[in-house]
């Protein structure tokens, strides 16, 4: 198959109703999206089926559904309202404002040629090379132009270096002194960098005097989860260990959202905060490790990858931190994430509400605060990679085809029922038949165009198999099953298609 490019995702997205730019009769409305009907109906299945199968399957494992808003402490307490921060540099002749980390290394990688393979030895890198040495020699160097490998992995260390130690003077320095020019006016006039925080602020029960209480919309879902732990424990018999789920909107003020859906200022997120005795957090994180393995594998994302995060690089709660990264057309990137958030949060929220969290321990009937391992999914990247996987070209005989071969869990449209023609009792049949098949889930009834033009349409759908009512089925009863991958045909007994297509496509 060809290369693809986002352009032709976004195109087809749009194209085929799984996503609209949002507000575009107003002109559009920076990094907003709609999904449409088709987008919608994806999105459903991967959340029904992420509940279904760590929720509703497993006997350890509640869910909840918690507010967007949460007491304005709870900030406080998570630590979001000190650390949760993007290094974010102005450039001063534009007055255009970026990222200044993703900046940086896509510019490195950019000016030495660097690609995935070099992700890896990176990674080599930053485990064996004794930091200190790289940022201080960074400090009297600058960074250097240069096309050889161990010199861009120094580089990029240092970056890292520099925003781990807060030092965004050495950014500012790398900035001013490589000339690199900004990319929206091309001048080199950078303001010194400084860290902003991501969360989404609100005004909340406003005096006469217009005094407010500042809120904020939750930059993640877990919180909510550890503010009902008490009540979880006291009122749904659970033992450790145990998980508490959640499905549900976040929000985060990033300056450089794009990539389509990648990055968002409003996404969802499937979380589960799965509770622990201490001793036992790296056995448990292996095992949820291997379950977001096995969950990618249910839903047919094959380019996953591992990414261990280096120590003075994981977030301020965790102790370990391992991502699933997916190849997307624009480079590999964070899809899911799994931390050991130790006892963190419960610590913390114990602290500032002054309620005990703490449970009693029949086994050492002591009272003891559980520990945390914390498995992560985001909807909207699951979306997009299961997009970019499905996405193939191909040349026919009589010219191309665009086709989505998901996997018919994940499929929009499950099953497309097609009258050849309108007329002689076709439609009417193929009404039946519609009401047989939905049970396999969202189905359509296509009547429109010729029966070419449909498939072509449904295969841009991902639709895994169509069924054609003709003149056939109205003589002998038989139905025409065409399969989206194969685009072979075959012709099933009205009586037999439930089955077969149960069989053949809709067992798990
Ligand atoms: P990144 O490094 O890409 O900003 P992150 O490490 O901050 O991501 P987490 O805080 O671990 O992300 O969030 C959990 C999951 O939520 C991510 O793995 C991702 O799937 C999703 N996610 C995070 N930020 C966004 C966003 N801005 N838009 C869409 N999805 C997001």
């Known amino acids: ?123 080599k890198f930053r485990k064996d090379v004794p930091k200190e040495e790289v940022y201080q020699e960074g400090l009297k160097e ?30 500012h320095q790398i900035l001013q002194g490589q000339k690199i020019k900004c990319p929206f006016c091309g001048k080199v006039d950078w303001a010194e960098p400084r860290q902003f925080n991501l969360m989404f602020s609100t005004q909340m029960s406003k005096t006469l005097e217009g005094e407010g209480t500042v809120a ?71 095992a949820w490790l291997k379950d977001m393995k096995d969950w990618c594998q249910l839903i047919g994302l094959t380019k996953v990858h591992e990414l261990e995060h280096a120590q003075e690089k994981l977030s301020h709660y965790s102790k370990r931190t391992v991502d699933l990264e997916y190849d997307f057309p624009f480079g590999r990137k964070e899809l899911y994430g799994l931390a050991y958030r130790t006892d963190f949060d419960l610590a913390q929220h114990e602290a500032f509400s002054k309620k ?48 989505l071969k998901f996997k018919p869990i994940v499929a929009p449209v499950k099953v497309a029922v097609m009258p050849l023609m309108k007329k002689d009792g076709m439609k009417e049949k193929a009404e039946e038949v519609f009401e047989l098949v939905k049970e396999f889930g969202n189905c359509e009834l296509d009547d429109g165009g010729s029966i070419g033009k449909r498939y072509r349409r449904q295969d841009e759908i991902g639709t895994p198999v169509c069924v054609t009512i003709d003149y056939d089925t109205m003589e002998k009863g038989t139905v025409t099953i065409r399969d989206r991958d194969s685009m072979k045909q075959e012709r099933v007994k009205i009586g037999e298609l439930v089955d077969k297509l149960r069989k053949r496509y809709f067992t798990i």
Not at 143 to 148: D, I, P
Not at 253 to 264: A, D, K, M, S, Y
Request: aromatic content about 12%; charged content about 30%; some cysteine.
């Open 142 to 171: 600058g960074a250097k132009k240069t096309s050889n490998f161990s010199e861009y992995a120094k580089q990029v260390v240092r970056f890292e270096e520099g925003i781990a130690k807060d030092d965004l003077k050495l950014v």
């Open 216 to 286: 904020y919309l939750r930059p993640e879902t877990a919180q909510a989860i550890f503010l009902e732990f008490k009540n979880i424990v006291d009122t749904m018999r659970v033992k450790l260990p145990f998980g508490i789920a959640q499905i549900g909107k976040a929000f985060r003020n990033e300056i450089t959202p794009g990539n389509f859906i990648f990055r968002r200022l409003e996404f969802e997120q499937m979380e589960i905060e799965y509770f622990i005795f201490e001793n036992t957090w790296e056995k448990t994180f292996e």
């Open 356 to 403: 005990e969290l703490k449970i009693h321990d029949e086994e050492s009937g002591k009272k003891i605060l559980p520990h945390v391992i914390e498995p992560t999914w985001g909807v909207d990247r699951t979306v997009l990679a299961l997009l970019c996987e499905a996405y193939h070209e191909e040349k026919l005989e009589d010219g191309e085809r665009v086709v």
């Open 1 to 123: 198959m060809k290369n693809f490019n986002m352009d032709q995702i976004v195109a087809l997205a749009k194209r085929r109703g799984f996503a609209y730019p949002g507000s575009e009769i107003y002109g559009g409305f920076a990094n907003s999206y709609t999904y449409g009907p088709y987008g919608s109906e994806l999105k459903k299945n991967i959340k029904d089926l992420w509940w279904k199968t760590f929720v509703q399957n497993r006997t350890d494992v509640v869910g909840i559904d918690g507010d967007i808003i949460l007491h304005p402490k709870t900030w406080e307490a998570s630590g979001h309202l000190n650390n949760f921060n993007d290094p974010l540099v102005d450039c001063k002749s534009c007055k255009k404002r970026i990222r200044v980390d993703d900046f940086l290394e896509d510019w490195i990688k950019k000016r030495t040629g660097a690609t995935m393979e070099y992700e890896k030895i990176l990674e």
